[in-house]
C-alpha cells in the first residue's frame, strides 16, 4: 500500500484517547491531531455517537494517522466496529467516507470519517457542542460497563 493510499482517520466518539474504543489503536498511531469536522452534527446514540450531514455544525475529534504495517489491519478493525461493510454500504448504519478536516493550525486535511444516515438518529439528541469527550465525561462509569461486552456496533441501531 503506498503512503498515498494511508489516508489518516478522522475520530469523534470512543476512538479518542480516554475513551472504550482506543485501545484497538494499539502502538499503531503514528501521530494525533486535533481536528474539526464541519458539516456534521453529533448525536448521542446511548453510549457511544453518530455524526450526520448538517451543514452549520461542526464536530471535534482528531485525526490519527496509522502506521502502514498496521494500516490495513486497523481499518478492517475500525469497520467491524462501526458496522460497516464496503459491500454492502446501504445495510451499514456508518459508512466510511474521505471528507476534508480541518486541523487546528488551520490546514486541510483528507481524512476517513464514519458517517452515519439520518434515520438512525430521528430521535436522538444533540450533542450540542460537537465535542463527545466533554459531553461523555458526565456519564463514563455507565459508558464503561456497557462497553465492556460490546465488539460492535453493527445492528445496534434497529
Known amino acids: 500500500m503506498s503512503k498515498a493510499e494511508q489516508t489518516p482517520f478522522f475520530v469523534y466518539g470512543t476512538l479518542l484517547p480516554n475513551q472504550p474504543n482506543f485501545p484497538i489503536w494499539g502502538s ?5 491531531e486535533a481536528a474539526q469536522f464541519h458539516g456534521g452534527r453529533l448525536h448521542d446514540m446511548g453510549f457511544y455517537p453518530m455524526v450526520i450531514a448538517a451543514k452549520a455544525a461542526t464536530v471535534q475529534g482528531m485525526v490519527i494517522m496509522v502506521a502502514a504495517a498496521s494500516y490495513r489491519t486497523i481499518q478492517q478493525q475500525l469497520d467491524v466496529l462501526e458496522g460497516y461493510d464496503p459491500a454492502n454500504q446501504a445495510g451499514s448504519a456508518y459508512r466510511r467516507q474521505r471528507a476534508q478536516v480541518v486541523m487546528a493550525n488551520g490546514r486541510f486535511q483528507p481524512a476517513w470519517i464514519y458517517r452515519g444516515q439520518p ?9 450540542a457542542n460537537g465535542d463527545w469527550t466533554t459531553y461523555a465525561a458526565s456519564k463514563q462509569a455507565e459508558s464503561e460497563a456497557w462497553w465492556r461486552n460490546i465488539n ?3 445492528g445496534l441501531d434497529k
Not at 499503531?28 to 494525533?32: E, H
Not at 434515520?119 to 450533542?127: G, L, N, S, W
Open 28 to 32: 499503531a498511531i503514528l501521530n494525533m
Open 119 to 127: 434515520q438512525f438518529v430521528k430521535d436522538k439528541p444533540i450533542v
Open 152 to 154: 460492535s456496533v453493527a
